[in-house]
C-alpha cells in the first residue's frame, strides 16, 4: 500500500512561480528552481511544474526551465502546461520530468493518453482534470487553465482518462482553488470511487487538516498545495507532523 503523499505544485508563468484564487488573480511568488529545491528539503513527496500560461499561448514548456528545476530534485517531477502531443513527451522526459501532465490536448485528442502510454508507461501520464459544479450538480472539465469550459462531466471524463491509460489523475477544483477553505472533498471522493488509478486532489488547502480529509474523506491518494507554502504560513514538515499526529501514514521527514 502506497504512502499518502504530500505533493507541491509550482504554477509557472514567463519562468516564475505564480499563485491566484479560482486561477486568477496570478502574482509572482518566486523562482522555481529555489521553490523546488526548498520543498524538497522540507520533505516534499513530489514536486508538480505547471506552465499555466503555455497552452493559451499556443507554445511548448519552457523546457530549459524544467531542466534547472529537475536537476535539483530526487523527488519525482510532473510537468505539465503545453504538452500538446505525444511528440512532446519525449522532450520533458530527457528535460528531466518523471511524469507530464496534460489537459486541453487530451480533449481535443485522447489518443495522447493512450499513444503516450503504449510509449512510455503509464506511470508516466497524468490526466489533469479542472472542475468547476454548475447549477445542476454536476461537475463541468474545464481546458486552457480553466478558462474554456466543455461539455465534459469531469466525473465521466475522468473514468474516461484512466480507461484510455492514464496511469494518475491530477484533480482541481476551480471553485476551491486559492480559497483554503478545504478540498472539494465530495469531488474527489466522487472521482476516486470510479477509477483504478490514483488521484490526486487540488485546490483549496489551508492547512493541515484539510490534507486530512482529502486523504481520509476523499480517499485521495496525494494532496497538492501551495500558497500556504508559498506564503510562509507553515512547511511540509510542519503538515506531516500534524498527519502522523492524526494517524495519516506519510513518509516521514528528517
Known amino acids: 500500500m502506497l504512502k499518502p503523499r504530500v505533493v507541491v505544485c509550482l504554477d509557472v508563468k514567463d519562468g516564475r512561480v505564480v499563485k491566484g484564487t479560482n486561477f486568477e488573480g496570478l502574482r509572482d511568488v518566486g523562482d522555481p528552481v529555489e521553490l523546488a529545491a526548498r520543498y524538497e528539503a522540507e520533505g516534499a513527496d513530489e514536486v508538480v511544474f505547471l506552465d499555466i500560461s503555455a497552452t493559451r499561448e499556443g507554445r ?69 482534470i479542472d472542475a468547476a459544479r454548475e447549477e445542476d450538480g454536476i461537475w463541468r472539465h474545464y481546458t486552457h487553465g480553466g478558462k474554456t469550459r466543455t461539455e465534459l462531466d469531469a466525473v465521466e471524463w475522468a473514468v474516461r482518462c484512466a480507461e484510455l491509460g492514464a496511469g494518475e489523475i491530477l484533480l482541481t477544483s476551480i471553485d476551491c482553488d486559492g480559497v483554503r477553505t478545504g478540498y472539494d472533498l465530495e469531488l474527489t471522493r466522487a472521482i476516486v470511487d470510479r477509477v483504478h488509478v490514483p488521484v490526486v486532489a487540488s485546490g483549496g488547502a489551508g492547512d493541515a487538516s484539510h490534507l486530512r480529509d482529502a486523504f481520509t474523506e476523499g480517499h485521495a491518494s496525494a494532496a497538492l498545495l501551495a500558497g500556504i507554502l508559498h506564503d510562509g504560513l507553515t512547511t511540509v514538515g510542519e503538515l506531516k507532523t500534524a498527519l502522523r499526529g492524526w494517524g495519516v501514514d506519510v513518509r516521514w521527514t528528517n
Request: charged letters at 20%.
Open 60 to 128: 511548448g514548456t519552457l523546457l530549459d526551465t524544467v531542466r534547472r528545476t529537475a536537476e535539483v530534485l530526487f523527488v519525482p517531477l510532473t510537468v505539465g502546461g503545453g504538452v500538446r502531443s505525444v511528440d512532446d513527451i519525449g522532450p520533458l522526459l530527457r528535460a528531466g520530468a518523471d511524469k507530464i501532465s496534460t489537459n486541453s490536448a487530451a480533449v481535443r485528442d485522447p489518443s495522447i493518453l493512450t499513444d503516450g502510454a503504449e510509449r512510455y508507461g503509464s506511470q508516466c501520464i497524468v490526466a489533469s
